[in-house]
């Protein structure tokens, strides 16, 4: 079974750095890749980066290379996701998922609200 909870979501200044971590329950986290995925008001969610089970694949979208990194902690059922030099275009619900088999995510987290102000 696989619940994912995510945290760390809050308001920050534009320029600072925030962490995000989502956790699973259950028993399976490191059986498969994990992804963060985000939705600003009034837009589709889009994808933000992906990490396989083994943290030997990493995918960041263009839009947050080089100011983003994802992580997972397989031991502690913990996927992280740094955030540096935040920009008011990073405001959005930013939220986990897993991906069970190759190319879907069936598994979601319930989101984290990041605000990022100017």
């Known amino acids: 079974q696989v619940h994912l909870v995510a945290s760390g979501g809050r308001l920050v200044q534009a320029g600072e750095s925030l962490i995000l971590l989502c956790v699973d329950s259950g028993r399976t986290f490191g059986t498969y890749g994990m992804a963060w995925f985000r939705q600003a008001p009034g837009k589709d969610r889009e994808f933000v980066a992906y990490?396989?089970?083994?943290?030997?694949?990493?995918t960041i979208d263009p839009s947050v290379k080089g100011r983003f990194a994802i992580s997972r902690d397989n031991a502690e059922n913990t996927l992280y996701l740094q955030m540096n030099s935040l920009k008011t275009e990073d405001t959005a619900v930013y939220s986990c998922a897993a991906e069970l088999r190759v190319g879907l995510f069936d598994y979601w987290g319930q989101g984290t609200q990041v605000t990022v102000s100017s």
């Open positions: 990490i396989n089970q083994d943290s030997s694949i990493r």
